[in-house]
């Protein structure tokens, strides 16, 4: 498969509009290690190759357990994550597959007690953003390098 375009050369206005939302997410209370999680388990239920390898080489590179990140795809059959982290990859499976479920209010229940009003918004600017990177990428066909 090869590569439609490349999006960073074809519209650096567009790609520097995506990278304000990722100043704004290092920027944000998140912690390292839940951003990655979040990033990967948004990349493979959109079955996006070059994120899910970005991203679970980014998360190694910051010290995340290997085995963590195999069980992204399982996170509820393991213990593996904390109730934080559980939170956030539903909110991020929700969020994902909005089309399918509007995000439930059990959803919004089970994750409201770990993330205050701005890191919510901060989560879901990070949700929003990993989700439009997947559609370039898998839209113009970025593979893994």
């Not at 982290?85 to 929700?94: D, G, K, P, Q, Y």
């Not at 229940?109 to 770990?114: F, G, I, T, V, Y």
Request: proline share 6%.
């Amino acid at each position: 498969m090869s590569q439609r375009i490349d999006f960073y050369q074809a519209s650096p206005e567009a790609i520097k509009a995506m990278i304000g939302l990722e100043k704004q997410i290092a920027r944000s209370t998140l912690e390292p290690p839940l951003i990655e999680l979040v990033r990967l388990r948004a990349s493979q239920i959109n079955g996006c190759a070059y994120c899910v390898d970005t991203h679970s080489s980014d998360a190694r590179k910051h010290g995340e357990d290997p085995r963590r990140l195999a069980a992204v795809c399982a996170w509820r059959e393991t213990p593996f994550f904390s109730e934080r982290e559980r939170a956030a990859l539903a909110w991020t499976e929700s969020l994902t597959l909005v089309s399918e479920n509007h995000v439930p209010d059990a959803v919004w229940e089970e994750a409201r007690p770990h993330f205050s009003d701005t890191e919510f918004t901060d989560l879901t600017l990070l949700v929003t953003a990993i989700n439009g990177w997947n559609r370039f990428a898998i839209a113009f066909r970025k593979a893994p390098e």
